[in-house]
């Protein structure tokens, strides 16, 4: 099966730094990439997401990027705000979809 | 936010106790699943229902079992468990074959505490 490695587990960045963090798979057959944002308290929520068929997708200050040959994907916060701090799921989908376990984001002002 | 609801929010209950989480979805989706979120595993999925039928039992222990009466809700019954099982349970939903398959819709989850 599919298994996702995801890195760093924590990340702690000054505001408007950048920030990045990055997952592998295994699965050559994954074809769909989404992240998810977790703030504390509260439900995960799909923030991006990216298909094998494209290399990279920005929205505003995050965007990911794929390299299906390195089988990695990582998504790239620019501009860090307070409240981008949260833990930030990425998920591979090979007919269903494997979790990393997470990466603890903090913002310090 | 409202598009997956769960209750309740939060339950305590004892080892011997048998109770049971709720899960809705007002989304129109196919596929729902239960997750466990603690400290140890920060995403477990434990089932995945599609279409009512379950695919998917990824080794869950039998004191937790799961049912789809239909697309729109499910349940996870709960007997005899132990205070290792004390979490957060999130279901989610999605729509297999959309535009954005597989992307899951999560609810605010059920505060799990076993005494």
């Known amino acids: 099966g599919e298994n996702v490695e995801q890195h760093p587990s924590t990340l702690s960045v000054q505001e408007g730094d950048s920030a990045v963090i990055k997952c592998t798979y295994s699965d050559s057959a994954s074809n769909y990439f989404p992240w998810y944002k977790q703030e504390l308290g509260k439900r995960p929520q799909l923030i991006i997401d990216i298909r094998s068929n494209v290399g990279e997708k920005k929205d505003q200050r995050i965007a990911v990027t794929l390299n299906k040959t390195a089988k990695h994907f990582s998504l790239h916060i620019t501009e860090t705000q307070p409240e981008d701090s949260a833990v930030y799921f990425c998920?591979?989908?090979?007919?269903?979809?494997?979790f990393g376990d997470g990466t603890t984001l903090t913002v310090k002002p | 936010e409202t598009g997956v609801t769960q209750t309740p929010r939060h339950l305590v209950m004892g080892m011997t106790n048998k109770k049971s989480l709720k899960c809705e979805q007002h989304l129109g989706h196919n596929a729902m699943y239960w997750y466990k979120q603690s400290a140890k595993k920060p995403l477990e999925l434990m089932f995945v229902?599609?279409?009512?039928?379950?695919?998917e039992n990824n080794s869950v222990p039998s004191r937790f079992s799961p049912e789809c009466p239909n697309s729109s809700h499910l349940f996870l019954h709960l007997h005899t468990l132990q205070p290792e099982d004390s979490a957060l349970y999130l279901c989610?939903?999605?729509?297999?074959?959309?535009?954005?398959?597989?992307?899951?819709?999560f609810g605010p989850g059920t505060r799990l505490t076993v005494l």
């Open positions: 229902y599609n279409f009512k039928e379950q695919t």
């Open positions: 998920a591979a989908r090979a007919g269903k979809s494997t």
């Open positions: 989610a939903s999605s729509q297999p074959g959309g535009s954005r398959t597989d992307t899951q819709y």
